[in-house]
């Protein structure tokens, strides 16, 4: 895969552009929105939500940013990939190239998108009073496997979209819950050890608990969080390219 | 030296409850049973071989099947049966504009257009000039591609298509675009890629161009392979059939 992706890198590389340019063109702020979106949902949930649960967290504004930047870039990926194959119709069944560049490229896109966010991020840590330190290198490892996640769920969704075009609308209401289901804006502290752990088995949550930790808490997760964490990623990744590779020849017929 | 070889290849197409019926429809018809995929064979039985340097026509009426089989050839659809042998790189020209982006200037078009074809940057880099040049599109590279009219939309999309060096060569009713001038010259153009040596696959209406450019032809009927063989003799069997002269 890694050889085809370099043989076909310039075409990939104009796919970016191309996905870029149809986002923002005809916008007042264009990429700025890329920065400027995630901060007001920031904005929104700190005055939404400070008040409910912001007493009892300290840094609550950095506490509610790891949430947000972390569900923005899975929600982003999820939704843009979504379209992937359906977007792209009209080019798979005329010309012959692998249909995970489109997917390939969307991702690009909204890791761009994640990166510029991740820097605002970090300023606001600084203004929050959030002590740096080199740990903070090993957020490197979270945003890998994200981004694996996110690239897995691409194939799957986009795939799904091709046979059932109501995921499209599906996919918001499932983000939604499961937005709320990921402690973005609430800390899990009030609810029993057996709920606590029960968060475990979201994926979501094990992202934005690993960024907390480093930024806010100061300490390295657990070996097993780490496992944990790749096995949820390699597993929704290597499911999306089982999906890709069956259907491959099938897509044609429900566009 | 075989270039392309069909053995028995056969393509399927599922038809019925399988296009934007959703979810909530599928599930409807699967409980009732009246949920129902049905198979339509495009293609039934192809064999064919090309050697170096061929030019095959393939003739039939509509729905015979003749897109789809250029489809499969070009790696597009995998057939349902049988097997396609490829030696060597294939261009597949099937529609020429497939890939244009309406927003996108006409530079970015280029490009795009240029990448799916599998040309490298360096090569479109050293080419884009000749390209503008050709499609007569100089003073419009900065315009959105939907802001150019249809002919320079064509014209646009074949300066680009030309270039193509493949060992096997597909090509789907384009031989030449444009208006008059213009028609002139990718028709012109055309010829010197076809002498470039290339094996090429062609689909046309027009006997004419087939009788002047192709060494063998196929004829397809509704999917079947009615006969594959020298140009003349073939030619004048599916005019009498088009004549209403014989029947199948």
Redesign the interface.
Known sequence: MLQTIQK?R??L???V??DF??KY?GSLFGTAWSVLNPLMTLFIMRVVFGHFFGSGIPHYTTYLFCGTVVFGFFSESTSEGLMALIGNA????????PKYLFLLSKNAQTLINFLLTLSVFFLFCALDGVAFSWRFLALLYPVVMLLLFNLGMGFILSALCV????MQY?WGILTQFLMYLSAVFYSIDSFSPQIQNAFLLNPLYLFIRYFRKIVLDGVFPSAGFHALMAFDAFAILLIGIWMYRKFD?EF???V | MIVLKLENVSIR??VGD???I???E?IVRKLRGTYRITDFWADRDVSFSLEQGDMLGIVGVNGAGKSTLLKAI?????PSTGTIERHGS?A?L??LA??F?P??SVR?NA??RG???G???EF?DERYEAILDFAELKAFEDWAFKQLSTGMQSRLAFAIASLVQPDILILDEVLSVGDGAFAVKSAAKMREILESGATTILVSHSLDQIRELCNKVMWLHQGRQIAFGGTDELCNCYQAFLNGETIL
């Open positions: 076909h310039f075409l590389e104009e796919l552009k191309r340019e149809r063109k009209h080019i798979f069944t005329k010309v012959n190239i046979f059932y075009r109501d599906l020849t044609l017929y429900y | 197409y599922k399988i296009r934007n959703g979810l909530k599928t070009a790696g597009i659809m995998r294939v597949a099937l529609e497939s890939g982006d927003d996108l970015q490009y795009l990448a799916m074809l040309y490298t940057r479109m």
